[in-house]
């Protein structure tokens, strides 16, 4: 499911990182971060959306084996695959922002459309 970005994160620690930052995005809907991580986070997120659009115990049971939160998930699965019901994808958004000021990384928003 992810990309071959490594993150400068040993397997399981990016795997962590990732569904955490997932799962914070989904909840709020908006998150600021690095543009490799956006780049990272986007299939995982749309894939979420996904299950949730197809509504079964299988897909439930997926998401929540990844998702941190079951909150979160019942918030998928009810509010945001109603919304992208007509949609087909590119669930996402992703637009840059300009350097972080300590470290000179590059930064974007990612957000729900």
Known sequence: MPGTRKLGKTTDQRRAMLRQQVTDFLDKGKMETTVTRCKEIRPMAEKMIT??????????????AFITREDVVKKIFKELAANYSERNGGYTRITRTGVRRGDAAETAVIELV
Not at 51 to 64: F, P, S, V, W
Request: glycine share 14%; net charge positive; hydrophobic share 45%.
């Open 51 to 64: 299950l949730g659009k197809k509504g079964d115990l299988a897909a439930y049971r997926q998401a929540m």
